[in-house]
């Protein structure tokens, strides 16, 4: 074990109550340090209120004299030895590999265009699907990341925050994590996903890798009829 490890989970616990294969999955998770458990002092509506509630857990985390956290949404099911696994690569901030709950179930990683600065497109399977570290610009980096929290004091307040694309367009909001993210490379971090590692996300089914080939190839198929 590390010495000097103070481990926080972080649970949001926001718009939804957990699922009880969460519970189940968090129960076998493997707690290789002392840690202590963060829950939102106040209920919230997840796309009202998650930034809020991402940065309330970080703040509690500093209270607690935490050296790490994991942020850990509840509609997931990690495998037992996630922690061990993250903490292994010995980075500042390092994530799992989490697909997306709906069509065409990605897994949640972005690079930014070679072609045009202000895309982002998805890491290509042949990349992510053979496992392994695997660098991006954008993550899901909330959902099941691994922090030190001195990148937290290295960051400017708000950490987390959802905003326009372009405010003076009006274009799509953008998600907390990926504003995270931006704000994290624009203070010299790197950003790191454990492709190998994958962490099921929960809707009336898991989705994995597994299913989002099986979803692919279904598309495959109803192009040609």
């Known amino acids: 074990m590390e010495v000097g490890v103070k481990l926080a989970i972080a649970l949001p616990c926001a718009g939804h109550d957990p699922k009880k294969e969460f519970w189940e999955a968090f129960t076998r998770l493997h707690k290789p340090f002392p840690w202590t458990f963060l829950t939102p002092k106040y ?5 009202a209120g998650i930034a809020d509630v991402r940065n309330e857990l970080v703040r509690q985390s500093f209270e607690s004299d935490c050296t790490s956290i994991l942020m850990l949404d509840t509609d997931q099911t990690p495998e037992p030895d996630l922690i061990v696994r993250l903490f292994k690569h010995n980075l500042p901030i390092v994530s799992a590999r989490v697909h997306r709950r709906y ?3 990605d897994p949640i990683m972005r690079r930014r265009s070679p072609a045009n600065a202000n895309r982002f497109e998805g890491v290509p399977v042949k990349e992510w699907g053979k496992g ?13 990341g691994l922090f030190d929290m001195t990148v937290f004091e ?3 307040f708000p950490w987390f925050e959802s905003k326009s694309d372009d405010p003076t367009k009006g274009t799509k909001r953008l998600g907390e994590d990926f504003c995270f993210c931006d704000k994290l490379r624009k203070a010299g971090y790197k950003i790191y996903v454990d492709s190998s590692l994958e962490v099921g996300h929960l809707i009336n089914f898991t989705v994995t890798k597994e299913f989002h080939f099986l979803w692919m190839k279904l598309q495959e198929i109803s192009k040609k009829k």
């Open 154 to 156: 290295n960051v400017p």
């Open 132 to 144: 392994g570290l695997i660098e991006v610009d954008r993550t899901g980096v909330a959902a099941c």
């Open 103 to 105: 069509p065409p179930y």
């Open 43 to 47: 209920p919230t509506d997840f796309y």
